[in-house]
C-alpha cells in the first residue's frame, strides 16, 4: 500500500513539475515578444571601423542604439546617435527609432527626429534624460520608415520605394537598405535625384558596423 501512494505521489510530482515548467515557459513567452529580439539586436555600441582599414571609401563611424521610454506599451523606442570616430561629440546624426511589428508579421522602424537634439549628445549614457520629453514632440521622417522581415537570425529589410523625401545635396528622396544580425549592422543610405541619379551616400556598398566586444 504504501508502494501504491509513494508511486502517485511521485506521479503528481512530475504532474506539477511540468506544468510549473510549461507556465514559466508561457510567460517567459508573453515577456519575450518577437520584437524584442530585434531590439537586443539593435541595441549596442558598433563602429566601421574594420570596414574603413580595409577600404578608404568608407569612414570610421561610432553608432549606438539604446532603449529608452521603456515602460511604454506602445512599441519599443531606440536613441540612436551617429558620430564620426575622431568626433564623438558632435554627432552628424541623432534619430529616434519607434520600433513595432505589424499584423503581416513584419517589423517597421519609423524614424523620428529630435527637437532641439545637441541636448541629448551622449543620451545614451543616461537614458532618463529623455523623460523631458515625450513621444508627442518627436518629429516623424514621413516615408522614411525601414520594413523589416526575419532572415534566419537576422531581419533585412529597406524604405519603401521613393517615400522618404530629402533635399539633402540636391536629392529628392533616400532610400535604405538595411541588414541587422547579433554581430554587425548593414546600413546602405543613398540619396537620389529626381532623374533617379544617386547625389550622396555609399556608390558601391553599404557601411558594415561590427558590435563592439
Known amino acids: 500500500m504504501n508502494k501504491i501512494l509513494f508511486g502517485l505521489t511521485i506521479s503528481l510530482l512530475c504532474i506539477l513539475t511540468a506544468c510549473q515548467k510549461k507556465n514559466i515557459t508561457a510567460l517567459q513567452q508573453t515577456k519575450d515578444a518577437p520584437v524584442d529580439k530585434l531590439i537586443r539586436h539593435m541595441t549596442g555600441h558598433f563602429s566601421s571601423a574594420l570596414q574603413a582599414?580595409?577600404?578608404?571609401?568608407?569612414?570610421?563611424i561610432n553608432l549606438v542604439m539604446q532603449p529608452i521610454w521603456e515602460k511604454s506599451n506602445e512599441a519599443k523606442w531606440l536613441y540612436v546617435e551617429q558620430a564620426a570616430s575622431q568626433n564623438l561629440d558632435k554627432p552628424y546624426r541623432q534619430r529616434v527609432?519607434?520600433?513595432?511589428?505589424l499584423a503581416d508579421g513584419r517589423f517597421e522602424s519609423s524614424v523620428y527626429e529630435l527637437p532641439q537634439p545637441a541636448r541629448f549628445i551622449f543620451g545614451w549614457k543616461d537614458p532618463t534624460v529623455f523623460n523631458a520629453i515625450t513621444p508627442d514632440s518627436l518629429i516623424l521622417r514621413e516615408g522614411c520608415a525601414v520594413y523589416l522581415k526575419t532572415n534566419g537570425d537576422c531581419y533585412t529589410g529597406s524604405t519603401n520605394d521613393r517615400n522618404c523625401k530629402?533635399?539633402?545635396?540636391?536629392?529628392?528622396?533616400?532610400?535604405s537598405i538595411v541588414t541587422i544580425c547579433p554581430d554587425r549592422i548593414e546600413s546602405w543610405d543613398q540619396g537620389w535625384n529626381d532623374e533617379d541619379v544617386q547625389v550622396w551616400g555609399a556608390e558601391v556598398a553599404g557601411y558594415i558596423f561590427d558590435r563592439n566586444k
Open 53 to 60: 582599414q580595409k577600404d578608404s571609401l568608407f569612414y570610421d
Open 97 to 101: 527609432y519607434k520600433v513595432s511589428q
Open 166 to 175: 530629402s533635399t539633402l545635396r540636391g536629392a529628392s528622396y533616400a532610400t
